[in-house]
């Protein structure tokens, strides 16, 4: 059974740091899009950061492009996001979730995820 198990959320001050972590089980991420996904109260769903073995390229959202960091390793099959500079806008429920034999961007454009972790909560405020 494919499962994803997200960690590493919580209360952090403008400015600081977190990072999650993505377990996978059941499957092997080599072959799957792995992609960090955070929803706000009363906001859409947001794609935030996104990594496949399929495609060299690493995808980011605009607004946290040289803020956070997706790495994956495959020895733990578990992907990580680092995140520094928080800011209040960034808190949400943190997801991860895959899209088997997928580059990020097809992913993200035709829904291709179909594994979803429960969420981590990062709250960012002082």
């Known amino acids: 059974q494919l499962q994803l198990v997200e960690s590493g959320g919580g209360l952090v001050q403008p400015g600081g740091s977190l990072r999650l972590s993505c377990a996978a089980s059941?499957?092997?991420?080599?072959?799957?899009?792995i992609g960090w996904f955070r929803q706000a109260p009363g906001k859409e769903r947001e794609g935030v950061s996104c990594?496949?073995?399929?495609?060299?390229?690493?995808y980011y959202a605009d607004s946290v492009k040289g803020r956070f960091t997706i790495s994956r390793d495959n020895a733990k099959n578990t992907v990580y996001l680092q995140m520094n500079s928080l800011k209040a806008e960034d808190t949400a429920v943190y997801y991860c979730?895959?899209?088997?034999?997928?580059?990020?961007?097809?992913?993200?454009?035709?829904?291709?995820?179909?594994?979803w972790g429960q969420g981590t909560q990062v709250t960012v405020s002082s």
């Open positions: 979730a895959a899209a088997p034999f997928s580059q990020c961007g097809l992913a993200y454009s035709k829904s291709l995820f179909t594994s």
């Open positions: 059941g499957f092997t991420l080599d072959y799957y899009a």
């Open positions: 990594t496949s073995n399929l495609d060299s390229n690493l």
